[in-house]
């Protein structure tokens, strides 16, 4: 059943506890943004974004919460367990650290959601280790796209909050990414050629459902205006990429850091599929 997307703030020992945990997002030059010094569409649009932010990365708490489950099932070894145990406080706290921004550009944009169907279900006829497989992909195949491209809009970013709220993301994207590469290394020799030609369709079909985000953006920024009329400059301020640097950076990723990896482990996607999503 779909609400509005709101979070709550326990404080008290929950937060003490969490704050010992995740210290930084506490020191993030908060109150430094100043909506005002942008126009009023584009401030709307990056509380859009922001909002969209804290929702994807809900999901992927709720992913991980998942895949720890999925790896006692099939017995991974307990240390790769024990690098992925922390990664649901990650999310939360990139949660947090969306939803403050968004409120310092004058608070979230209201939009439902229903956290019973955020995340594709997995087939209960299918046999553990299948099912683990596909939450694995995915979840290696996301978080490489997030970390390129939170890196790049850290990068092109200069207001100094939402650069060191970008830099603390892709910080812990970079962890979270090494863990599905981990876990296809050890299970190599669980996977035959049968499944692993199964896998390889799941991650063209993750594949191609990340094209359609950045097919929908082909705008080209001139003089430094991109189309609507708004600065580069204040785009990359307030936290995310021009539509030309995006879609660059994209493909530039699925070419370089995502296929390449899966064919390093017999996960060989169609060329002719994959050349018609990266034109």
């Not at 994807?56 to 720890?68: I, K, P």
Request: net charge negative; proline share 4%; hydrophobic share 45%.
């Amino acid at each position: 059943m779909k609400a509005p997307f709101e979070i709550e703030w326990l404080g008290g020992v929950a937060e003490k506890h969490f704050r010992r945990l995740r210290p930084a997002t506490a020191a993030l030059p908060w109150g430094t943004l100043e909506p005002e010094r942008y126009p009023a569409r584009l401030v709307e649009r990056a509380r859009n974004t922001w909002t969209q932010i804290a929702i994807s990365e809900y999901r992927a708490a709720m992913s991980f919460a998942e895949m720890l489950r999925l790896l006692l099932e099939v017995r991974a070894p307990l240390d790769l367990v024990g690098m992925a145990g922390d990664f649901v406080a990650d999310e939360v706290s990139h949660v947090e650290i969306a939803s403050r921004i968004a409120m310092e550009l004058g608070g979230g944009v209201s939009i439902d959601i229903d956290t019973s169907a955020m995340l594709e279900p997995l087939s209960n006829e299918a046999h553990p280790l299948q099912r683990t497989n596909d939450r694995m992909l995915v979840t290696a195949i996301h978080e490489t796209f997030s970390e390129s491209n939170a890196i790049g809009t850290m990068r092109a970013s200069r207001h100094p909050l939402l650069r060191s709220a970008l830099e603390q993301i892709a910080r812990d994207e970079a962890r979270h990414t090494r863990i599905g590469w981990l876990y296809f290394d050890w299970a190599t020799e669980l996977i035959d050629d049968g499944e692993r030609a199964r896998l390889a369709g799941v991650a063209l079909g993750c594949i191609e459902e990340l094209a359609t985000v950045w097919q929908a953006r082909t705008s080209v920024a001139k003089e430094g205006v991109t189309s609507e009329g708004f600065l580069v400059e204040h785009v990359h301020e307030l936290g995310f990429l021009d539509s030309e640097s995006f879609v660059a950076r994209s493909r530039a990723c699925i070419a370089r850091d995502i296929v390449p990896p899966l064919a390093e482990r017999g996960i060989v996607v169609d060329a002719t599929r994959l050349a018609g999503v990266l034109r």
